[in-house]
């Protein structure tokens, strides 16, 4: 029996899913002459029968769409059965539909908490991803066109037959971690509190390599608890270049290309970042020689970096990130490089610095900064050493006295 809430949700979803009357058909059946009894009986007849077919299609429909979005926003009630009933064979969600459903979902979920697993607060909000990536993210073009290239694909896809992995490279405080945070804010209500975002940082989560052993037991079981809470996950594992072997060969069951699984009525999606200072030299290398040759930093392009990128990763001997499955096989979607920022990049995080703050500022303000940092190489001083990390906690230098 339901409720009202659950009466008024259900009179809301059949009203924006319905069809409306003009594209109610008469089946096509050959009609009387105009103008006698018998077709003025005949078209009351066809009338009553057409509306009797609609109203049955319409409760059926309806029901349908009942049980899809009460699987969607009350799950811990709906069994395989119930959802598969939902899809009956042969049936499938039209976009307009989908797109009503998960509207709906979205707006009922604002007021209660209605689901456990956490997919009712899985937003994809992808105009606010490309958004935070132009205006937050400084001085990082590439990143910004693969990054966002990358996720909106592979969460569009209807079947995907494997994770996402994305590698991110480059030195210190030149935004990984902050991307990584980006992501998880547009794709999730709570961000990096959402259930279904997960991060492992190596030297804090995984510090002894006596204890590998144990750490794989509990990253897979934190990894397959994860997916079966969610139907969209996302995991990020930060210094990924210091992951014990063990632990790279644990996740690549969960990098491989999977079965497809007809009987499924949505497919699980999962997205593994790994983040890395691996490859920060030749990325600046590369960089630093492109301007030299009179190219802008907005010239740099994947060609000038791929290769060699993937090279210094493979070659390194002080990780074994680069010598894993996962990199040989080409489990690895993408190598991502993170250049090295300018000044004018420092001037930016210490104007979004203050701005967070509600602070005042002036532009010698951010002019003193942004020389705080230590740029090189020794002779041009073009890159910040720690690209923008710890800029914020530099405010209190400029602030004025009292």
Same mark, same amino acid.
């Given at each position: ?21 003009? *594209? =109610? ?5 050959? &009609?009387? +002459?105009?103008?006698?009894?018998? #077709?003025? !009986?005949? /078209? *009351? =007849? ?5 509306? &009797?077919? +609609?109203?049955?299609?319409?409760? #059926?429909? !309806?029901? /349908?769409? =009942? ?336």
């Amino acid at each position: 029996m339901l409720g009202g809430t659950e009466r008024l949700l259900w009179l809301l979803l059949l009203s924006l899913l319905l069809p409306p009357p003009s *594209a =109610w058909g008469h089946g096509g059946q050959a &009609r009387p +002459r105009e103008g006698t009894e018998e #077709a003025g !009986s005949a /078209r *009351a =007849w066809l009338a009553f029968q057409g509306l &009797r077919e +609609r109203l049955r299609a319409a409760g #059926a429909l !309806s029901r /349908r769409y =009942w049980a899809l979005f009460s699987c969607r926003v009350w799950p811990e009630g709906c069994g395989e059965d119930e959802e598969a009933s939902a899809r009956p064979p042969g049936w499938s969600l039209a976009l307009l539909g989908q797109q009503y459903l998960d509207i709906l979902s979205t707006w009922s979920c604002s007021f209660w908490d209605c689901c456990d697993r956490g997919d009712c607060k899985i937003i994809n909000n992808f105009t606010g991803l490309e958004a935070d990536l132009r205006v937050r993210l400084h001085g990082q073009h590439l990143a910004r066109e693969l990054v966002l290239t990358a996720v909106r694909g592979y969460l569009e896809k209807p079947r995907p037959d494997k994770a996402l992995a994305l590698s991110f490279h480059g030195w210190s405080g030149t935004g990984k971690n902050f991307v990584a945070r980006m992501l998880a804010e547009n794709l999730y209500q709570d961000g990096l509190r959402s259930d279904c975002v997960k991060v492992f940082i190596s030297t804090l989560h995984f510090p002894h390599p006596k204890n590998v052993d144990l750490y794989e037991e509990e990253l897979t079981d934190k990894i397959r608890k994860t997916q079966e809470h969610c139907r969209q996950t996302l995991f990020i594992l930060d210094e990924a270049e210091k992951l014990h072997p063990g632990l790279l060969e644990a996740l690549r069951p969960h990098l491989e290309r999977q079965a497809p699984n007809n009987h499924r009525a949505e497919s699980k999606r999962t997205i593994f970042l790994f983040l890395s200072n691996l490859g920060g030299n030749i990325i600046n290398e590369v960089v630093l020689n492109l301007l030299k040759a009179g190219q802008s930093r907005e010239e740099v392009r994947m060609e000038h970096l791929e290769s060699r990128l993937q090279a210094e990763i493979v070659a390194s001997t002080d990780s074994g990130f680069g010598h894993s499955r996962l990199v040989k096989e080409n489990l690895i979607d993408l190598f991502i490089p993170f250049l090295p920022l300018e000044f004018r990049h420092v001037r930016l995080c210490a104007r979004d610095a203050f701005l967070s703050q509600d602070l005042l500022y002036t532009e010698e303000a951010l002019d003193e900064m942004a020389r705080m940092m230590v740029y090189v190489p020794k002779e041009e001083q073009l890159f910040s050493s720690q690209g923008c990390k710890s800029i914020s906690q530099r405010i209190s230098y400029v602030l004025p006295e009292g």
